[in-house]
């Protein structure tokens, strides 16, 4: 992929993320529940997203345990790791292609 590819393809997804934020009241979302029946469900979590109100949430539904995480935000398995992201981080991660370099880390790790 050359380089002027992927500008025009992070422009390009920029556009899509514009176009969908402005139109965000229309559309219809559909939700995930993070229900746990066995308390013993741990979720690891970074300590850096305690400036946010997720993990008041899932101390609710699992066993949560904080640690500085090296990868990702959440662990919920072995197999299973969450990068959380607001909408300017994720364009910026784009365009600076940290998001790829933290994609290829998950991908080692979990």
Do not use: W
């Not at 390009?12 to 995930?32: G, H, I, S």
């Not at 746990?36 to 400036?51: A, F």
């Not at 981080?89 to 370099?101: C, E, G, P, T």
């Amino acid at each position: 992929l050359l380089l002027t590819d992927f500008k025009a393809l992070v422009r390009k997804e920029v556009q899509t993320f514009q176009f969908l934020k402005n139109y965000k009241p229309v559309l219809k979302y559909n939700t995930v529940k993070c229900e746990s029946k066995n308390p013993r469900v741990k979720m690891l979590i970074d300590s850096r997203e305690y400036r946010s109100m997720f993990p008041l949430y899932f101390h609710q539904k699992f066993a949560v345990q904080i640690q500085t995480l090296q990868i990702g935000d959440y662990v919920l398995s072995k197999e299973c790791v969450v990068e959380r992201k607001s909408l300017d981080d994720f364009k910026s991660s784009l365009l600076d292609q940290r998001a790829v370099i933290q994609l290829e880390r998950q991908e080692l790790n979990y």
